[in-house]
């Protein structure tokens, strides 16, 4: 009978149908689900750390407005997403303690600091930029919720890939400092933002089952290359170069050929390792510690009005 509600489950897929939270899904199906909405939940709200950090230093009140909306977005793109994740029967709770523990994992890129105005910049137009192509695949993903989660998150991500380019812009056309710090940021930014994609096909363990499922649909080094290809064409508009010896343009590929990721430093930052891991968890961690009076407030706030309304 378990045969059959697979095969049932499959021709869904197959046929385009999504799946919603009560129809019946394979155990692996809700545990990679829950797996990946809870990372890139996490992802969104860590990844307001390295930005938050130049709100205070914004060059200017337009800046400054910006920098803020486009953090607040992070924050309403890791709501939906948990909201997404709580479907499939896991809660909140345990996504955060999951999270503070060191369990649950989130982007890479997250870990890396933020050292200049410019960092605002490169946030936007590379790691943004990564994170929407693969959001617009996510669009399409089998699972109802996190599908519609992400058709909202892709409306707001590609404002703040085009704020992140356009401050770049305005860089790159100032001094010589304003360029000199424009390229340092897209140097440094560049490889953490190919990392993003996570490892190459052959290493990632969830690709074979997730695309089956369609969770994902595009493998991680489809996703890289076409970010590679697209970045190529943008950073000449910019007048700047990528830091990469080895981009050529392979006429036979008809895509860019580029150079070797160093994996050695990518999983040294997934295990925890990365320049700021323990500075990302120890502040989300007092956020945490010292937002528990909200927390207490919202429950007992929910137990008055129910309590008003059973009357
Ligand atoms: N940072 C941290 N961990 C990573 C990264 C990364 N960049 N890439 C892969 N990993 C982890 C995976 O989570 C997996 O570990 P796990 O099995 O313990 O969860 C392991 O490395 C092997 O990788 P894959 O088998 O390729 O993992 P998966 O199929 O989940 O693909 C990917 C990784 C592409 C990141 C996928 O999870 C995904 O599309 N996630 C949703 C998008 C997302 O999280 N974006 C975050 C950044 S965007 C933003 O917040 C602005």
Redesign the pocket.
């Known amino acids: 009978q378990l045969v059959d509600l697979e095969k049932a489950f499959q021709a869904k897929i197959d046929q385009e149908i999504k799946i919603e939270p009560k129809d019946w899904m394979p155990d692996a199906y809700r545990k990679t689900n829950i797996?990946?909405i809870s990372?890139?939940a996490h992802?969104?709200v860590i990844?307001m750390l390295p930005e938050g950090n130049w709100i205070s230093r914004a060059p200017s009140l337009k800046r400054k407005a910006i920098l803020i909306a486009k953090v607040q977005d992070e924050a309403g793109h890791g709501l939906y997403l948990y909201s997404a994740a709580e479907t499939l029967g896991m809660s909140r709770e345990q996504m955060t303690e999951d999270l503070l523990s060191g369990k649950a994992?989130y982007?890479?890129?997250f870990n890396y600091p933020t050292l200049t105005w410019a960092d605002m910049g490169a946030i936007g137009w590379l790691?943004?930029g990564a994170?929407i192509l693969?959001q617009v695949m996510?669009c399409r993903t089998s699972y109802g919720p996190y599908a519609r989660a992400n058709v909202r998150i892709c409306k707001e991500e590609s404002f703040h890939q085009r704020q992140g380019f356009e401050t770049l812009m305005v860089l790159s056309q100032g001094t010589p400092e304003q360029k000199a710090m424009c390229q340092d940021a897209i140097n440094r930014w560049w490889w953490p933002a190919l990392?993003?994609?996570?490892?190459t096909d052959s290493e990632?363990?969830?690709?074979d089952t997730?695309i089956k499922w369609k969770i994902?649909r595009k493998t991680?080094d489809e996703l890289r290359q076409q970010f590679v290809d697209m970045a190529v064409q943008q950073v000449k508009v910019l007048g700047m170069t990528l830091p990469d010896p080895d981009l050529k343009w392979n006429e036979e590929r008809q895509h860019y050929d580029f150079g070797e990721i160093n994996w050695t430093e990518f999983w040294n930052v997934?295990k925890g390792n990365g320049p700021c891991n323990k500075q990302r968890l120890d502040a989300k961690k007092k956020a945490h510690e010292e937002g528990a009076w909200v927390r207490a407030a919202a429950v007992a706030h929910a137990q008055k009005k129910a309590a008003r309304t059973t009357q």
Request: net charge positive.
């Open positions: 797996r990946q990372q890139h992802s969104e990844g994992k982007s890479s890129i790691v943004d994170a693969n996510l990392m993003m994609f996570g490892p990632s363990t969830n690709s997730s994902k991680n997934v």
